[in-house]
């Protein structure tokens, strides 16, 4: 398997982006939403809890879980074809 398709590439290459701009929109625009320091916390605080929960959520998909069934699924394409020209 090339190293550009290898889950560990994805995790150490593609992740460190992701990483930048989750933990930027959760620190400078959620986290203090989440913790009711603006004006009228009970109005804003829940939905800043679900997109915190999204995005931590979309950040695990996109960097194990994708990856991890990206592999499976090309591993067997290469044991089906290796099947087919025996």
Same mark, same amino acid.
């Given at each position: 398997? %090339? #190293? #550009? =398709? #290898? $889950?560990? *590439?994805?995790?150490?290459?593609?992740?460190? $982006? @992701?990483?930048? !701009?989750?933990? !930027?929109?959760?620190?400078?625009?959620? +986290? %203090? @939403?989440? +913790?009711? &320091?603006?004006? /009228? %916390?009970?109005? =804003?605080?829940?939905?800043?809890?679900?997109?915190?929960?999204? +995005?931590?959520?979309?950040?695990?998909?996109?960097?194990?879980?994708?990856?991890?069934?990206?592999? *499976?699924?090309? /591993?067997?394409?290469? *044991?089906? =074809?290796? &099947?087919?020209? =025996?």
């Amino acid at each position: 398997m %090339p #190293e #550009e =398709r #290898e $889950p560990r *590439w994805t995790i150490r290459v593609v992740g460190r $982006p @992701i990483a930048f !701009r989750k933990h !930027r929109a959760l620190g400078a625009g959620m +986290l %203090p @939403i989440a +913790l009711g &320091l603006g004006a /009228d %916390p009970s109005f =804003r605080s829940p939905m800043a809890v679900t997109v915190i929960g999204g +995005l931590m959520t979309s950040t695990f998909l996109s960097l194990l879980v994708i990856p991890v069934i990206y592999s *499976w699924v090309d /591993d067997l394409v290469q *044991w089906m =074809r290796n &099947l087919s020209q =025996r």
